[in-house]
């Protein structure tokens, strides 16, 4: 009795078990459906799909798009491929999207400055361009293939048109016109950071940035070789470029500091102390004070504290 009362309960249970799994198997309309790939299958509908998963049944959306199916268009595809689904929401349609992702900016840029000067632009060229047209939408987890047609470029005035043309497998080719300027443009160096006057710029001190050259002062200093080893005449603001008239020679004998003094000629060289009245820089000439005798005369700035005196400079200054 205790046996077949066992066996009826496995068997119950056996069928339970079946039929748990067969309602867990049937197809179940997805709430929420983004696509990558450039076809929608079933398996992108569905939950459950089975063997008819991977079965393409529409063209999917261009990136970042969307496409509405009504119910009756979904189990029409559904009942074509044999999945066996009846509709039991109330909604009238479903919404599918396309998953992507923005264009690498830097790689529509630089694809786009090769294009130019291939068309007659200059080496560097510095490009404006709205927001809106580097903003291409591309599928997300694709290989995008970008190439640039119909490429115009005019010198005077620097505008351009060109075609991007972006390639992805099983899509069909996108075409986006872009309009826009590009002007020549060349690196120039800065201050890094605010320097007082007389600091001496070093190495450390300068950065380089991309200036286009109609916007750069004519005189502007390119070579950071003339900057290293300068001082700054007056304060600069930091990416600033730099104008010849804004550096000079470090200061090297300050104003009241004590110099040695040297005495040149062809028969003499006496050195003495002196009081420096002014400040100077490498050659320049500045009126020094003998401590001894309390006269000023001119003398030569031709190192730090160190100044020479020659006949012709040794006439007191009153």
Known sequence: MISRLNAALGL?????????????AEPRLKPVIEVEGS????GDLFDNAGAVAGQAVIAAPPPGERITLTIARVFEMANAHGLGWRPVTSFEHVTVQRAWRYLDEDRVRNGLMGALRRAGGADRLNLVLSKEALRIKV?????????YDDVSYSADGGRFRATLVVTEAGD???RYNLVGKAYESVEVPVLRGRLRTDDVIEERDIEWIESRV???PRDAIRDARELVGKSLIRVVRPGKPLLPSDVGEPTIVQRGSVVAMHFMSRHMHLIASGRAQESGAMGDVIRVQNV??????????TGTNRVEVHPAHMIAVQ
């Open 39 to 42: 076809q929608v299958t079933l």
């Open 292 to 301: 001894h005798s309390r006269l000023t005369i001119d003398a030569v700035v």
């Open 12 to 24: 119950a249970m056996g069928a339970a078990l079946i039929a748990t799994g067969a309602a867990a």
């Open 214 to 216: 109609d916007a750069l």
């Open 139 to 147: 599928a997300r987890g694709a290989l995008a293939e970008v190439h």
């Open 172 to 174: 069909a080719a996108r």
